[in-house]
């Protein structure tokens, strides 16, 4: 993820440099009243200078002699040029659009991935339904509830072929956690004991609660 306060801190403190140095340059070896003021305004055309006005100096001598300051304006002008671009790109990647996986953006804690306007988590560890439940809860999260086929798909294209908890449990019938009912997909069970919900790559399970599996939590991304 990029700093974003460290890079607007670098390219103020770049300009405040390039002032003071070509400042200094201009009094020791051009122009003392005219250029300090412009190119502390246009440090970033600041290599159009090296062009535009060769002939206004008149001489190859003067030209040589300035040399340091012109080499200078122009390595301060394509930095600031690169950070102000890295800045716009960082931008315009977390403004996209909102089905793209933006996973470099800032509004998912680190470890988490993102899919439109959620966050994921992939447990390593393995846990029963349970504890599973309070971890997604003590992140202020909540044990996966899955909205459609699409998003379905889409994590069991990301997880191993292990067994992860999503919070999907059977009373008198599979409801998920906010006591919505299973409406889009089926649901492997074979026991009266199964009455917790996971997920696989060939799709949704019942098993027993106190197995150790993994889990997945999911938040609403800030």
């Given at each position: 993820m990029l700093p974003w306060g460290?890079?607007?801190?670098?390219?103020?403190?770049?300009?405040?440099?390039?002032?003071?140095?070509l400042n200094m340059l201009c009094k020791r070896?051009?122009?003392?009243?005219?250029?300090?003021?412009?190119?502390?305004?246009?440090?970033?055309?600041?290599?159009?200078?090296?062009w535009g006005n060769k002939q206004y100096f008149g001489s190859f001598a003067f030209f040589s002699r300035c040399s340091l300051f012109y080499i200078v304006a122009i390595v301060l002008g394509?930095?600031?040029?690169?950070?102000?671009?890295?800045?716009?790109?960082?931008?315009?990647?977390?403004?996209?659009?909102?089905?793209?996986?933006?996973?470099s953006c800032s509004s998912c804690p680190d470890f988490w991935m993102r899919y439109k306007n959620h966050c994921y988590y992939f447990s390593v560890e393995k846990k029963d339904w349970n504890s599973s439940l309070e971890f997604c809860t003590a992140s202020d999260a909540q044990l996966l509830m899955l909205m459609d086929n699409q998003e379905m798909s889409l994590l069991q294209n990301l997880i191993n072929q292990d067994f992860h908890w999503i919070g999907l449990r059977k009373n008198s019938s599979w409801r998920w956690e906010d006591g919505s009912p299973l409406n889009f997909s089926r649901i492997s069970s074979n026991s009266l004991v199964q009455r917790c919900g996971a997920i696989s790559k060939e799709g949704l399970h019942g098993s027993s609660c106190e197995v150790l599996l993994q889990w997945i939590c999911k938040k609403a991304r800030l």
């Open positions: 460290c890079v607007v801190a670098v390219i103020v403190t770049s300009r405040l440099v390039a002032f003071r140095l070896v051009c122009f003392p009243e005219v250029f300090p003021a412009l190119l502390a305004r246009f440090i970033p055309s600041a290599f159009l200078v090296f394509l930095l600031n040029v690169l950070l102000i671009s890295l800045l716009l790109y960082q931008w315009i990647l977390c403004k996209g659009p909102g089905d793209s996986a933006c996973a």
